[in-house]
Structures are given as structure tokens and as C-alpha cells.
């Protein structure tokens, strides 16, 4: 129900995100005895809430969030960033990650930046993804794994615009819709990180979740929820100033923002005055 609360009020534009980390969330951490850990792999556009989505559901398995001690955020330009390095990444990311649920079953992993991933580094990871009861004596059924992705975000808002071209609604795109797409599009991708990833191959990501890309609407959502955080009274005239500020595609047609709702705070930074 918590999780439920946050993502209706904090997470906009995103139906099929919010309803299918819900339904794996709920059904993972009701199973008393999961066979392999929980692996979401989020894909989409920048600004379009992956990065938030992940944060709001860590919060929700370790209070303290990004700040607790059991959830691990890997930048892969931070962590990983040399391609000649690859072999001492993943023993790195092996003992990291063992260790770490050594010290908390339930830890949670945040891969940032996987598109940026050099291939075979996130394969290191695949015994602990498995449906292993334990691995070496250590259970890695009750951890959280994440992706998160820009590749797949062309596929995405190509299928969003299809949708908005044929007239259909956007809340009317499915699962069923996009799944597909980007697991193949993915693997088949040799900037995505999972490029012909085992992990892949082996159908260990439980769930590719798509983020759409945001319309307007969305963006004064994102607007009136910032002036909301900041304890300012929401102001419309500002609220339009700020959407109208940021970038649309298609050209002509505008109707979605190119970076979601990623500059809205540095845009409110100029109208502080008001």
C-alpha cells in the first residue's frame, strides 16, 4: 500500500511502470520462499522517472533508501569505466555482491548507466541471478536486482507515437505491447550492456519495464509536484512557463518532452523570483 501511495503521487506518466512493479513487488515479497532473486530491467528515455522509480521502491525495502547500507547503486562510467578492465570488474562485482548479501539477504542493486555497460561485465553477475538455492553457502533468493537503461527508449516512444498516430489512448498500451520489443531489441543491441547477455539468454530479468516518454501534461505534473516540495503555493502561470520552456518531439506535432522531467528543477530555478 505504501509503495502503491508513492508511486501515485510521485511517479507520473507512467501506468505500465507503476503497474507492473507493483504486481512484481507485491507477488515477490509475499512469497515466503522465492526461487531466484527479483531482477526488473527499466528501460526508457531520460527524465522519464527510472532513476525515481528505483529510489521510491529501495525506500520502500530499506527506509534510509540510496543512504542505507544494504542498497549498492552502480554508476557503470563510476564503477566500470575501462573497457581493458573488464575481467577484474566482474571479480570485483562477484565479491561485492556476495559479500554484501552475506551481510543482508534482502540488499538491493541498482545498475545505473547499463547502456554505458561494457558487454560481459553484467554477466558476472548471472550465478547469483539463477535458480540456485544458494551459490558457495550464500542465498541470493530474497535480494532486488535493477537495470536501469536508455537503450530500448527509441523502440518505446516509436510504439507510443504509433499508438498516439492510430488515435488509441496512451493508457491503452500494454505490457504485451513492448515487452517483446525491447528484450530482443536489447540483447541485440550492442550499446545496451545486456548485448547477448546470458542473463538475457537464460530468461533471468523477470520483467523489462518500459518508462513511455512524457507529454506536456506530465511535465506540469512533475512542475506542480516540485513548487509543492520546494513549499511554494502552486502557481499555473509558472507551472505553463516551465513546460512551454522545455523541448518537444516530433518537431512539428510537439507532443512529448526529449528529457522528460529532467530539467524541470533548473528551470524553476529561474522563475525563484515569483
Keep these: 500500500a505504501a509503495l502503491k501511495a508513492q508511486l501515485d503521487n510521485r511517479l507520473f506518466g507512467q501506468h505500465l511502470a507503476k503497474d507492473v512493479?507493483?504486481?512484481?513487488?507485491?507477488?515477490?515479497?509475499?512469497?515466503?520462499?522465492?526461487?531466484?532473486?527479483?531482477?526488473?530491467?527499466?528501460?526508457?528515455?531520460?527524465?522519464t522517472g527510472k532513476n525515481f522509480l528505483?529510489?521510491?521502491?529501495?525506500?520502500?525495502?530499506?527506509?534510509?533508501?540510496?543512504?542505507?547500507?544494504?542498497?549498492?547503486?552502480?554508476?557503470?562510467?563510476?564503477?566500470?569505466?575501462?573497457?581493458?578492465?573488464?575481467?577484474?570488474?566482474?571479480?570485483?562485482?562477484?565479491?561485492?555482491?556476495?559479500?554484501n548479501v552475506s551481510a543482508c539477504p534482502s540488499s538491493v542493486f541498482i545498475f545505473d548507466e547499463m547502456d554505458k555497460m561494457h558487454p560481459g561485465v553484467i554477466d558476472a553477475i548471472k550465478p547469483f541471478l539463477d535458480y540456485y538455492e544458494e551459490v558457495d553457502g550464500v542465498s541470493y533468493r530474497k535480494a532486488i536486482f535493477i537495470f536501469l537503461s536508455n537503450a530500448g527508449g527509441d523502440l518505446i516512444n516509436k510504439a507510443a507515437l504509433d499508438f498516439w498516430a492510430s488515435g488509441k489512448r496512451r493508457e491503452d498500451i500494454q505490457l504485451k505491447d513492448l515487452e517483446p520489443l525491447l528484450s530482443v531489441g536489447v540483447f541485440n543491441n550492442k550499446n545496451s550492456g545486456?548485448?547477448?547477455?546470458?542473463?538475457?539468454?537464460?530468461?533471468?530479468?523477470?520483467?523489462?519495464?518500459?518508462?513511455?516518454?512524457?507529454?506536456?501534461?506530465?511535465?506540469?505534473?512533475?512542475?506542480?509536484?516540485?513548487?509543492?516540495?520546494?513549499?511554494?503555493?502552486?502557481?499555473?502561470?509558472?507551472?505553463?512557463?516551465?513546460?512551454?520552456?522545455?523541448?518537444?518531439?516530433?518537431?512539428e506535432q510537439r507532443i512529448y518532452?526529449?528529457?522528460?522531467?529532467?530539467?524541470?528543477?533548473?528551470?524553476?530555478?529561474?522563475h525563484e523570483d515569483f
Design 21 to 47: 512493479v507493483l504486481k512484481a513487488v507485491l507477488g515477490f515479497s509475499n512469497n515466503p520462499s522465492p526461487k531466484k532473486p527479483l531482477m526488473l530491467s527499466l528501460h526508457g528515455w531520460a527524465g
Design 54 to 99: 528505483s529510489q521510491i521502491l529501495a525506500e520502500q525495502v530499506h527506509p534510509a533508501g540510496l543512504r542505507s547500507k544494504f542498497v549498492h547503486l552502480f554508476l557503470a562510467t563510476l564503477h566500470f569505466p575501462h573497457h581493458d578492465q573488464v575481467k577484474l570488474y566482474k571479480e570485483q562485482l562477484q565479491n561485492w555482491i556476495r559479500g
Design 194 to 251: 545486456l548485448w547477448h547477455s546470458s542473463i538475457i539468454d537464460r530468461n533471468l530479468i523477470d520483467y523489462f519495464v518500459p518508462f513511455l516518454p512524457l507529454e506536456q501534461r506530465h511535465v506540469k505534473m512533475c512542475v506542480r509536484a516540485e513548487m509543492a516540495a520546494r513549499g511554494y503555493a502552486v502557481d499555473e502561470k509558472i507551472v505553463q512557463e516551465v513546460a512551454d520552456e522545455m523541448t518537444y518531439f516530433p518537431k
Design 257 to 270: 518532452s526529449d528529457k522528460g522531467c529532467k530539467t524541470v528543477q533548473a528551470k524553476l530555478d529561474i
